[in-house]
């Protein structure tokens, strides 16, 4: 099912970078994926075989008023072939196809206290400048490493933390 949402998401990127909505279309079908998703009235109109396709293209032309054209298309497609319920996955793929395209990279940092603004954006500014890349750093607060710091860059991690390295020490003890 993830190899459908891949193609699919690629068709709908590929025509908004066409036509230069690319930033739009992102955020409209991030809305629409939101909206379903916390609406189970929604789910059950759009997922469900009991309703048929014109009365679901009625019903998104209905919901989804002023959307671009591309997507409002990509969307009747999804209903035709019954692959709305792949909405969410296509929604992933097609944020990783435009975090691709602008180099944006994500960076997760936790610490074992809340740091303060200056501190995040200084580290998520050292790691753009190291990477050449544009930098989206989202912190979180996790006491159990004890101190320190974790980053997740990409698909890197770099463990700091006092917890590791107490592990690390444990580890060389029980070897000695």
Do not use: C
Not at 22 to 36: C, G, H, K, M, S
Not at 72 to 97: G, M, S, T
């Amino acid at each position: 099912m993830e190899e459908i949402a891949q193609v699919y998401a690629r068709a709908l990127f590929e025509v908004a970078q066409e036509s230069g909505d690319l930033d739009t279309v992102r955020e409209q079908l991030a809305q629409f994926a939101d909206a379903i998703d916390s609406d189970r009235g929604l789910q059950t109109f759009f997922f469900s075989p009991y309703f048929s396709t014109d009365e679901k293209k009625d019903g998104l032309h209905k919901a989804v008023e002023g959307a671009e054209p591309a997507l409002l298309n990509f969307l009747e497609l999804l209903i035709e072939k019954h692959r709305v319920p792949a909405v969410f996955r296509i929604r992933r793929e097609f944020d990783r196809l435009w975090r691709e395209e602008n180099k944006l990279l994500s960076v997760q940092l936790t610490s074992a206290i809340k740091l303060d603004d200056a501190t995040v954006e200084s580290l998520g500014r050292t790691i753009g400048e190291r990477t050449g890349r544009k930098v989206d750093v989202s912190a979180s607060v996790n006491p159990d490493i004890l101190g320190g710091i974790v980053l997740r860059v990409g698909n890197s991690i770099l463990d700091a933390s006092i917890r590791n390295r107490l592990e690390s020490l444990r580890k060389q003890v029980a070897r000695s």
